[in-house]
């Protein structure tokens, strides 16, 4: 007797070989893409909707964010935007926080849509682990550090949005498209 294997059991062997390779390799890579697309999903953020172009605005206008545009390339940003999660149409009239209150342009309290909009974005970042939001700075909902002072003349003071503020109170990090 040789020690020869036979055809069959080389073609077997081979074949198991190749397979188990394959088998292995595509293991690797599979667990490779998992962490990739898993690492970008638990490092969602959420953004302001407008700074990604979404028709969302108080006045109507797409104005997207250069910088927020191209980090959307490379990371998972999820668009809200609470003054439509409470209940506000685009356009809307402009609105401003003056004490507790937001209030419109008119004069109409639309506190309670502003508060609303808030609590939704909230629940949505519990429900997606979100740990950082980029909010669009100035904004009533979304200002952080330096939102209007309620006076419908372009001046500025410190202080956060309503939505900002709420984040901020859950410990999610909030940072604006100047931050960027």
């Not at 700075?137 to 503020?165: A, H, K, M, W």
Request: proline letters at 4%; one cysteine or more; hydrophobic letters at 35%.
């Amino acid at each position: 007797m040789t020690n020869e294997t036979s055809p069959c059991l080389r073609t077997a062997s081979s074949f198991i070989k190749k397979f188990y390779n394959r088998f292995v390799w595509g293991a690797k890579i599979s667990a490779y893409l998992f962490g990739r697309f898993f690492g970008r999903i638990n490092n969602m953020k959420f953004c302001s909707a407008c700074l990604l172009g979404i028709n969302c605005r108080y006045d109507g206008q797409i104005i997207p964010n250069d910088k927020v545009i191209e980090l959307a390339k490379r990371e998972i940003l999820i668009p809200v935007c609470p003054e439509q999660l409470g209940g506000l149409s685009t356009p809307r009239e402009p609105a401003e926080q003056k004490g507790n209150k937001v209030v419109t342009k008119s004069g109409n309290n639309v506190t309670r849509n502003f508060t609303e909009g808030a609590k939704q974005v909230l629940k949505l970042a519990k429900l997606f682990g979100i740990k950082e939001a980029i909010l669009k700075q100035e904004s009533p909902s979304c200002g952080c550090g330096r939102i209007y002072d309620g006076t419908f003349s372009n001046r500025l003071i410190r202080g956060d949005g309503v939505t900002t503020l709420l984040l901020k109170k859950n410990k999610i990090k909030v940072i604006t498209e100047e931050d960027l």
